[in-house]
């Protein structure tokens, strides 16, 4: 009766309770060494290795994977320094245009060229000089459509409709934008530049240098056609 009451008071061991000891006593191993290379644990592709080969393959693992990230990061870098580099000289030669086409014209090398996106386009309202009809909306119903995109911001980035990319880059295969209002109340235009990849322009994505873009613009843009008017 007694040894079947100790047999039932005994503790059941089981994963969770080896587990917890060897948290409790990460000096185990070292107090029992022996047992590092005559316990095995079983492998997909080597059969049973020993915990030390174990050990070691993990944290190979765990180095290739720092390793990946590492090089993801600095090719990240890369690239952010990059776009930052175009944006500043975009901007220089910006604030240098004398005309609204030797702005487009700094806006498409910037875009086309240096970022390779090729699909962009500027639209203006009441506008004071003659102007290509690729710069105008055909009707007010089109730039109240688009206006609707923005609602706390100036700027909108992610997708469109159909109907919306089409009022914008007509045959182009476009799937994200960054879409600027421009002017205090949105009354000069619209800007926007426009990929091909669905995630490249997302609401969750870094808007500082677009929304400094957006201030420039609506900054040059009516004193480029007042003094285009002028001229």
Known sequence: M???NQALDAPVIDDTLIRAYLEQNPDFFERHDDLLNSLTVSHARKGSISLVERQQQKLRERVN???EEITELM???RR???????YS???VQLLKSQTLQQAIDALRVTFEEDLGLSALTLKLFDSPIE???QLVFAADTHRQLLSKRFDDSPIYLGRLTEQERKLLFQDETVHSVALMSLGDQGEVGMFAVGSGQPDHFEPAMDPLLINQLQALLSALLPRLLVDNEAA
Do not use: G
């Open 75 to 77: 090719i990240n870098a």
């Open 80 to 86: 952010n320094e990059a776009i930052f580099k175009a």
């Open 65 to 67: 994977q720092l390793e």
């Open 131 to 133: 102007i290509s009809d």
């Open 2 to 4: 007694n040894d079947n």
């Open 89 to 91: 000289e975009l901007y």
